[in-house]
């Protein structure tokens, strides 16, 4: 297994235009979890699936922001009208369910709205 | 509210010199305690966690930690610092109580002097 990719790695878009973003697993891991991380910050969470079934939603994810994950195996984050405080890090991570577990990251995709 | 206090935004030590990294958190569970590292413009590589037991637990790269509950702490420790040591250190707490989402501290930049 190669661990957690995302695609793409770097984003540039203009502010009122939609983004979407790939986020795959490690293939035996149920739960996947998205982050958003700014500079000089750690990561916040912003949303995580169990399997196809999105469990819980940060406050952070306003009405612009979706996740699917609809066959359990891949997740997409999409944004609608960015805007420039939409700019920051995207980060994925996957984990077992189940009692404790490590949540393994993938390298991220860095967004910049102009 | 679960939150990781990291207190130390920079620290430079010099190569083969010892190093501590500070972490206080708060939490409402039975705490799982992480250190991840970042380089820059990449995602998180995990350095070692705390589930239970032991609570001085060993990491990769010759990195440690202690969990101290009564002082609410998981400092990061190393005893000789190499220069590929230069990085980014989060501290992050989670739990199954909150879906194992991670909480993370604001980050300490860890810079190497020769």
């Known amino acids: 297994d190669t661990g957690v990719s995302q695609d793409p790695r770097h984003k540039i878009t203009k502010r009122g235009q939609n983004v979407t973003f790939r986020c795959d697993p490690i293939?035996?891991?149920?739960?996947l979890y998205w982050y958003r991380q700014t500079l000089g910050q750690g990561p916040e969470f912003l949303t995580y699936f169990q399997n196809e079934a999105q469990l819980e939603k940060s406050r952070l994810l306003s009405d612009r922001f979706s996740a699917e994950r609809p066959k359990g195996s891949f997740s997409t984050l999409e944004i609608q009208r960015t805007e420039q405080g939409d700019s920051a890090m995207y980060l994925c991570?996957?984990?077992?369910?189940?009692?404790?577990?490590?949540?393994?990251f993938g390298p991220g995709t860095r967004l910049t709205v102009l | 509210a679960q939150s990781v206090t990291q207190p130390d935004i920079h620290i430079t030590v010099s190569e083969g010199a010892s190093l501590e990294l500070r972490c206080n958190y708060s939490?409402?569970?039975?705490?799982?305690l992480f250190w991840y590292v970042q380089s820059p413009g990449q995602g998180l590589q995990l350095l070692l966690k705390y589930f239970s037991g032991d609570t001085l637990v060993q990491g990769i790269k010759g990195f440690e930690a202690e969990f101290k509950r009564s002082q609410s702490s998981f400092n990061l420790r190393k005893p000789s610092v190499h220069w590929s040591d230069a990085a980014e250190y989060f501290c992050a707490v989670g739990g199954s109580e909150y879906g194992n989402k991670l909480v993370f501290g604001a980050g300490t930049i860890l810079r190497v002097k020769s």
């Open positions: 991570a996957s984990s077992l369910a189940g009692g404790p577990s490590e949540q393994f």
């Open positions: 939490y409402g569970a039975t705490p799982y």
């Open positions: 293939s035996e891991h149920n739960r």
